[in-house]
Each structure stands twice: as C-alpha cells, then as structure tokens.
C-alpha cells in the first residue's frame, strides 16, 4: 500500500479529534521506535494510536478502516519475532499501554479480568496481595510484557511446566474486529453470563490466542484463578552433554509437578557466571531472604548460596533448573522427590543457587535484550515432541559446524535454552550474540547507567545479515524436525506445509472477520491477507 500525504493527514486529524492531539504520536523518533521491535524494523507508520479507552479503540479502528489503512498492535514491546513491525508504510501503530487497568478481580468465581496493557508484574502484584495467581503468571519479562502481548503472541516461564502457555489460562476475551465492532468470547458470549468459562461449542477464545493480532484488538481478558502457592523447593542438576539434559528434562516433565524450568547450554552458562558481580549477587541474596518462608528459610537459603558461590555450574556442559511449588511442604517435599528421581538417571544434582536467586525475583529488567558483552541479542525457537530432541540438536550442530568460520570472522556467537511446557511439549529456543551498533529500542529501554557500562561496536551488517540467514536456516531445521511455534509474528512460516483444509478455514476467517486485510497484515506468515 502506497502512502499519499494529505491522505495521511487527513487520517492524522481524525485519530487527534478522536482520541486526543496529545496520543497520536508523529515525530519520526517516536514512529521509529514504536514499530522496532529487539532484533529489527521495516517500515514507519503514519502515527503511532494510544488509545484510553474501548471507545477510542473502536474509533481508531473505525477511522482506519474507512481510510484502509492497516493497524498493527504494539504491547510491552519486549518482542523479537516482527509481531508489530508494520510490513507497510499505510499502517497505524496501536499501542495499548494506556489500556493497563485490571478491571475485576472475582474470587468468588475464581477469575480476573484486565485491559490489554496490564503487565504480568502488575497482575502478580495485585493478585499477591489476595493470595491468589494466574495459573501461567507470566514469562521473565513481564516487568514489561503485557497480557495483551501475550494473548495474541502466546508467552512460556512462569507456570508452564504445569499449566502450559500462557493462552492455557484465558477464560474469555473481548476482540474488536476490522468494522469496530466487539465480539465476545467463552461464556461471556451467551446472554446473562459471565466471563467464568471458556468451553460451550466450538472454542472462540482459543480462536485469538495467538493470532498475533490479524484477526482483531483484545481489550477485555479474563484469566482463571487458583490458589497461590506458599510453599516452593527448587533443585538443579547438571549434565555432560545435550543428551543427558534433554532426557532429564522430559523425564522431570512427565511427573507433571514441576511449576517453572529453564535449561541452559555451555554458553548461557558462561555467561550467567561470568555476569554475576557483588553488586547482583547482594540483590539476589536480598530478594530470596525476603522471599523465605521465615527468617531461618532465609538463612538457610543464604547459607546454600554462600557455600556453592559461583562453583555451582563447575564441571557441567547442561545444566536444568526446577522450581516446585505447593500448598504444604509434604506437598512440596513430595513433588520435589519425584523430580529428583526422574532426573537423576541422567545427570548430577548440584547447587539450587540459580532457581532459588531467579524464583526470587522472577521478573527481571530487560537487561538481556543485549548480551553480557553488550552485543546485540535474538532468540528464535521450535516447540517439538521429547522423542526428537537428540536428533533435531544433531542436526542442528552439523548446521553450526557449516557456518563456524564465517560465524568467528563476523564475530556472531550462538547459545541455547530449553523449557518443558506441560507434559508433552519441549521449547528449544537457539540464540544469537554478534557485535554490532544499537538501536533506538535499546537506548530508549534500558538506562543509561547500564548502557555506560557495556562496550559499543560499530554497525556489524555482515554479521547482521549472516544471523538472518542462519535464522532461515534454522527455520528448515525446524520444519524437517515437525517443531511448531507460538510467538508468530512475521518470523515463522505459519502457512508452509499447512494441511490444505487447515489453510483454506484460517483463510476464510480471516476473510470474515477483516475482509480487506487491514488487521496487522502479514501476522500470520504466509497467509494471504
């Protein structure tokens, strides 16, 4: 789509009369920063929509519709996958941080309904203060992650070695469609209900989860409740080589009792304990003295901690890490012993430093947006079944191996980490560090004073451009191994290889729903929209 300026214009004054002067965004900084996500951007929108209100929101779509115009849906930002990085210049950028009020906590029911810029951390935080959590209670980043974000994105950590992705623990959403109007879905969609249940038919929620927003704007969520938790142990084990983690892992996975996983490969680990000086170590002991049991808990822990120092990776290529968590600590001791069963075939316990510092303090700054040398940072990854891992990282070492001289001349590093999700799924997720300047995202999120501390590089295009070849690469692996993906964006070819009934209903909905493909074209890879 082609930008015509007095069209532009002519959209501009209306989103200002609509919504206010003061939230339609312009300046060519702001249109650069908004629609750049960690790893890259492509095109500039006209203006970047804060709306307040479902109101304004309606009235933003309304006005680009009329104007065909595309909307992109901007959360927290903290993406890596072009989830909303406008594919054309004739888009406006949606950004929903102004709609962050948690509008009904029912704990007699037993759910929770917030606007879509609610942060995981301020959902955590309200619902704390009523012993209550979200199922999924959010990935590491939700100090700046949205529910939002995730609802139509789909997000892992916190939670999922139990209770899966994120879209596992939403009841109910309120979506405004292409022409404005909202649609309802779960039990909020039948006269007289409430948002309390999401299966009656054919499942309308599931429908949006994940859809990276082509099939329209959540303004309403509703998430189920349990109990919080009040007693967590955590264990580690280290391991000799990617076979024996990824069997423990899975073997820890199948008990079903595990809260929080994470796995990290030789490199990750390396620069976990080369990151860590006095001044996060003395943090990291604060925040798990405060979040002790009592203050014998606390010592103890410190204790631990103090003894294992920073020897606790020492000896082991893997490493996997598990947080359990209960209502007693029978409960917990239980769990705990199950865990350690299944995995010690395949590796040797070692030092719960890691978990218990990291379950402490779950939601982290965005630091890690650049790596620990202040290069530049992107993930990319697969979800497959535990039968496939060995072979699909064989294959994925022979790809490395192809690419190890052109890697070191464009100073790019690769690493790892792994996630069970649930009890059927494993989420390899590869990693890319290469030198290379920063971009407006990274100077605007992270602050200044931790920015000073890193080293600069000069713009690195070659290795730029290699990491987005291997990416492709990387992608083919992939597709070969059956992995599948949640946080789409335009990065993942959720179209290629698509069983052709699958393909023709998606293409049907999305016709339906948003019949010009105005809804944040190209979100859904490969769709024609």
């Known amino acids: 789509m082609s930008v015509n300026e007095t069209e532009s214009q002519g959209v501009i004054d209306k989103l200002s009369s609509a919504i206010g002067a003061e939230y339609v965004l312009t300046e060519a900084a702001d249109r650069e920063f908004y629609s750049m996500d960690v790893y890259k951007a492509r095109e500039l929108p006209i203006a970047v929509a804060q709306p307040g209100t479902v109101a304004d929101l309606q009235a933003i779509v309304r006005i680009a519709a009329e104007a065909e115009v595309a909307m992109v849906l901007r959360g927290g930002g903290a993406s890596y996958t072009d989830g909303y990085v406008c594919a054309s210049a004739k888009s406006i950028l949606i950004d929903t941080s102004r709609l962050n009020s948690i509008l009904e906590i029912n704990e007699d029911d037993m759910y929770v309904t917030v606007q879509p810029g609610v942060t995981w951390a301020q959902l955590d935080e309200a619902l704390a203060a009523k012993g ?31 209770f899966g992705v994120s879209a596992d623990s939403i009841l109910a959403m309120e979506v405004v469609i292409a022409n404005g109007e909202i649609i309802r879905t779960g039990s909020l969609a039948t006269e ?41 142990a955590t264990c580690s084990f280290g391991f000799d080589d990617f076979g024996g983690l990824a069997h423990g892992m899975a073997a820890a996975a199948r008990e079903g009792v ?73 409960e917990v001791a239980h769990k705990l012993a199950s865990v350690r069963k299944a995995v010690a075939t395949h590796g040797t316990e070692i030092a719960n430093t890691m978990p218990t510092v990291l379950m402490a303090m779950p939601f982290i700054p965005l630091y890690p947006i650049l790596g620990p040398q202040g290069q530049r940072w992107v993930p990319m990854h697969g979800i497959m079944p535990f039968s496939k891992l060995v072979a699909f990282n064989d294959k994925l070492d022979l790809l490395y191996a192809s690419y190890a001289d052109r890697m070191l001349a464009a100073k790019v590093e690769k690493a790892a980490m792994f996630t069970s999700i649930s009890t059927t799924g494993f989420l390899f997720e590869p990693v890319f560090y290469w030198e290379d300047d920063r971009t407006v995202f990274h100077k605007r999120y992270l602050p200044e004073e931790y920015l000073d501390v890193l080293p600069e590089y000069p713009a690195n295009p070659e290795g730029r451009a290699l990491v987005a070849e291997m990416k492709d690469a990387i992608q083919d692996v992939f597709t070969e191994f059956g992995a599948v993906h949640m946080q789409l964006g335009k990065a993942y070819p959720y179209m290629r290889g698509r069983e052709p009934q699958s393909a023709a209903l998606i293409r049907q909905i999305k016709a339906e729903l948003d019949p010009k493909g105005l809804m944040n074209p190209g979100g859904l890879k490969g769709l024609t929209e």
């Open 132 to 162: 209550l959590r979200t199922p999924f209670w959010g990935p590491f980043s939700g100090l700046m992650a949205t529910i939002g974000g995730s609802a139509s994105q789909n997000s892992v950590s916190l939670g999922s070695g139990t």
């Open 192 to 232: 007289h209900a409430t948002p309390f249940f999401r299966y009656w038919g054919p499942d309308f929620t599931g429908l949006f989860c994940g859809d990276a927003g082509v099939l329209g704007v959540k303004v309403r969520i509703t998430l189920r409740l349990i109990k919080r938790p009040m007693h967590r």
């Open 258 to 330: 595990v809260d929080t996983n994470f796995g990290l490969d030789p490199k990750l680990q390396q620069g976990q304990l080369g990151g860590t000086d006095g001044a996060a170590m003395k943090q990291a002991a604060i925040a798990v003295f405060k979040s002790s049991r009592n203050v014998f808990d606390g010592l103890f822990q410190l204790i631990k901690m103090g003894i294992a120092g920073k020897s606790f990776l020492a000896g082991y290529d893997y490493s996997a890490h598990f947080s359990i968590d209960g209502y007693s600590r029978a």
